[in-house]
């Protein structure tokens, strides 16, 4: 459905009517406060102030958002839909706003996140379930008949073979130390663990460093080739971003391991439902999230953290499935922005990320663990729909993740990064813009140099306002920022 919202200039806002305050947007004994977990009450909400307290106040003339008739209600509750300001069933991302003490800011009003959008949906019981028709939910019949019947094409080779053909390479331990100046450093550590530094921040998807992802580590998936790094290699991490809970994305002694070395000053960004499980785990700084949500980290106030859809599944054992939410995160900075897929079957949900979001300066999509199709394909996307979902993020550049670390899809293990290349020429895209990395390297995107004679004329005359010629700094243009050194 379409927006329901317009936008008036700031000379024909009509008079603030007192009940269009906070008090009148929700009552505090509302039950609606339970459908979005972390929201606060009216009396604990500290709302942005007019005047000097919010300086965006004075720079954008339609801050006023005049409410118009809204659109009749849709019976399809995969959507969106207007509802009386005492429900909280819908996705609300686009407002202004303080969230009491912790100081985190939801960004200001983008048009595209008034459009409908697919949102999250519980079962009557309360349990997670996935609102795509293209979702079949696996059965334990399937995965005997997969682990029994399918034909296995890996074809993993000896630790020996795997050397030249999967290499292992230790990683610039020293430049991970600081983000860099300019652009977005991405480097990978196997499965869908990425190290994404860019905008003064360093981020951690889905870290895994244990041998076998399984509530034990003797039995269960092993891993053929181990991590690039040991955990004490890493440098300081800011953020970490879990897409689900599988054992896979969701590794209980890496997560005990990181919030022992960083405590509270590392926050998780978790889905919905996972937040007593990070608390038992020790951690302290969690922020739990439902779809469309976003929020933000308090040491990097320009940076905004968004929750989005995939389709997939999570549990930990037996008896809890769907008990926790699962998705992908959306990661912007000033300068550029962050796609982490996690693990997800194709769905509409990456056209509407693409749409709200987009574009992304970087992606990182799975490419493994697609075969055979007839089991797999609700739950993992294959090389060719991993090209599409690049396609519908409008990514620049795209990372392979998702591959070449576990025994999870019957593919032979080289595949993935073969097929994408393929695909990529057969769409007439350049297949440089989505790559694939070895365990432990490192690429850098996007940075920004200056020609020696520009640089060294722009030193020796002191244009630019005089700056010294032995600092490196940046100076704001627009949106645009260029290094002066």
Known sequence: M?????RIPADEQPEEKPEQDDSAWIEDNDPGYETLPGCRPPSEIQPITDGEDDPSEKEDPYMFIAPRVPEPLTNNNN?????????????CTGRRRVMGESGIKLGPLDFRKLESVTASQRTKWGNFINPWDTW????????????????NNRAIPSKSVLDKTLPIVSPNIEEWKTPPSSGIRVSWLGHACVLVQFDGITILTDPIFSMRCSPSQHVGPKRYRGPPCDMYDLPSIDAVLISHAHYDHLDLPTVKF????????LRWFVPLGLMNWMMKAGCENVIEMDWWQENGHPDHMKITFAFTPTQHWSNRALHDNGWYLWGSWCVFGPNHSFFFGGDTGYCEAFSQIGRRYGPFDLAAIPIGAYEPRWFKKPQHINPQEAVQVHTDLQSSASIGIHWG????GNEFYLDPPKLVK????????NPDDFFTLNHGESRLLYEETLDYEDASTMCETGSEGDIPPDEAMF????DDKSMII
Not at 81 to 91: C, D, G, M, Y
Not at 405 to 408: A, G, I, K, N
Not at 475 to 478: A, N, P
Request: with cysteine; charged share 30%.
């Open 2 to 6: 379409a927006g329901i919202y317009e």
């Open 79 to 91: 959507f969106v839909e207007h509802r009386p300001k005492s429900k909280l069933s819908t996705v």
């Open 136 to 151: 079949k939910m696996p059965s334990a019949t399937g995965v005997l008949k997969w682990k029994l019947c399918s034909k």
């Open 258 to 265: 990181l919030n022992a070395r960083f405590g509270s000053s």
């Open 405 to 408: 670390t576990f025994p999870f």
């Open 422 to 429: 393929e695909e990529m020429e057969k769409q007439g895209l």
């Open 475 to 478: 100076e704001e243009s627009g």
